[in-house]
């Protein structure tokens, strides 16, 4: 058996997705696994170099992440020398979506494989200008896309491959739940800052429009007009050192988009939401044969035969029980973390030249849609989505 090692350097990896999602719930599990069997002659291991500003967060961090597997994680603040490092094959980046461009374009610059979280910018020329950078520089690259591996979203994938829908009609998703201002006692707010000022990258639109873009146009169809209102509910919130700020970025989208097949999707995304439906996004499919409710982990499913023949008359109770008229679809198989399944691809693409459809290119479409989003906002009309 050969174990080939696929040093990773990672920067930002102090913040939350960094740490929770991409080391410990990613890099670090895959370790642990005993790395990423390829066949009975070849295992890949990932081999972690944290990066980033604070010297005591990363030598925190390393600490705290150390698992018998691993033993304390190396770090550095140095990320120039880290590249030179010829033992380092990937670059990956969580730091804040205004930093990522220069990040990008170091790592491509000293030729290694590129992945980073999502947006890759805030407008679509830059995403495309990185998306160019990395692919002039001939490297491997990627972005986070990792909705698309969540239970619910392969069980509504399963269902359409079965012909379950018959003809799909419409797609309703509900996003978000209450963030707390901060302003309240005992209440600190659960999100960084920065997602609610729009000169630190940070905005509903921006932040949820890509991961919209790739839902939909792996799953449904592809997007081909967009109409948002985007609102800024909360305008005063209190930040991480307890000082007020003002919210100078949206907080909630209320969109729909038109697919080229004739599927209508409308999304609400708010952070000023209370949640009462079964998680914290869910999408109705409704289509000819069948409907679907599709959660993060669970779907629910009412074939057209099992449909109630409701009567409107407010003046009784329903006598109709509407969500005892859905069926779970079980759980058949044991479901790994999202965020793990995009990483393994990744680094087998990287090692093994396996194909990886989910590029800066691909992650670039994201920012079109939030880009037009936000135009279809100010000026409060219809606007079509070029193929990009
Ligand atoms: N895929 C998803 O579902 C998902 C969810 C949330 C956030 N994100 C994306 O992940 C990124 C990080 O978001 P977060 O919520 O973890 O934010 P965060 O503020 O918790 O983390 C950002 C990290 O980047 C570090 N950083 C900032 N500037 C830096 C610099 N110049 N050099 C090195 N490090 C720097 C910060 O210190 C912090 O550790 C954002 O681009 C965001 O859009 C993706």
């Given amino acids: 058996m050969t174990v080939r090692k696929i040093g990773i350097l990672m920067n930002g990896v102090t913040g939350r997705m960094g740490k929770n999602q991409h080391l410990v719930r990613s890099i670090i599990a895959i370790i642990a ?14 081999v972690p170099i944290l990066a980033g500003r604070s010297e005591a967060k990363l030598a925190a961090l390393s600490k705290e992440v150390s698992t018998a597997a691993t033993g304390p994680l190396p770090w550095t603040t140095d990320l120039a020398k880290a590249l030179a490092d010829p033992g380092v094959q ?39 200008r990185l998306a160019e950078v990395c692919e002039r520089a001939g490297v491997k690259n990627g972005v986070v896309q990792d909705k698309l591996w969540l239970p619910g979203l392969r069980k509504f994938q399963m269902l359409k491959d079965q012909g379950f829908f018959g003809r799909i009609l419409s797609v309703r998703g509900e996003f978000g739940y209450w963030v707390f201002e901060g302003t309240g006692h005992d209440l600190p707010a659960q999100r960084p800052s920065w997602n609610y000022r729009a000169e630190d990258g940070g905005g509903m639109v921006i932040d949820m429009h890509c991961h919209w873009r790739y839902v939909i146009d792996n799953l449904f169809g592809n997007i081909v ?32 988009f038109q697919l080229d097949n004739g599927i209508v999707c409308s999304f609400n995304s708010s ?55 859905w069926q779970e679809v ?32 691909e992650g670039a479409k994201g920012v079109q849609l939030a880009e037009l989003s936000l135009q279809s906002s100010r000026e409060r009309r219809w606007i079509d989505v070029p193929f990009l």
């Fill in 90 to 128: 990937v670059f990956f980046d969580a730091s804040g979506t205004l930093q990522r461009a220069a990040f990008v374009e170091q790592a491509a610059k000293a030729g290694k494989a590129v992945y980073c979280e999502k947006p890759t910018a805030v407008t679509t020329a830059e995403a495309l």
């Fill in 33 to 46: 696994q005993g790395g990423i069997r390829v066949s009975d002659e070849l295992t890949l291991m990932p």
């Fill in 330 to 361: 079980p759980s058949n198989i044991a479901y790994d973390n999202a965020f793990k399944i995009q990483w393994e691809q990744f680094l087998r693409h990287v090692a093994l030249d396996e194909p990886f459809r989910w590029t800066l290119r």
């Fill in 271 to 325: 952070w000023c939401v209370r949640v009462r439906r079964d998680d914290l996004l869910t999408m109705q499919v409704d289509g000819t044969k069948g409907s679907a409710v599709v959660g993060l982990r669970k779907c629910w499913i009412q074939h057209a035969g099992a449909t109630p023949k409701p009567v409107w008359n407010p003046d009784i109770d329903n006598p109709i029980d509407f969500h005892a008229g």
């Fill in 225 to 256: 007009a967009v109409s948002t209102l985007a609102a800024t509910h909360v305008d005063e919130r209190v930040d991480e050192s307890g000082k007020r700020y003002r919210c100078t970025a949206d907080d909630s989208a209320y969109a729909t």
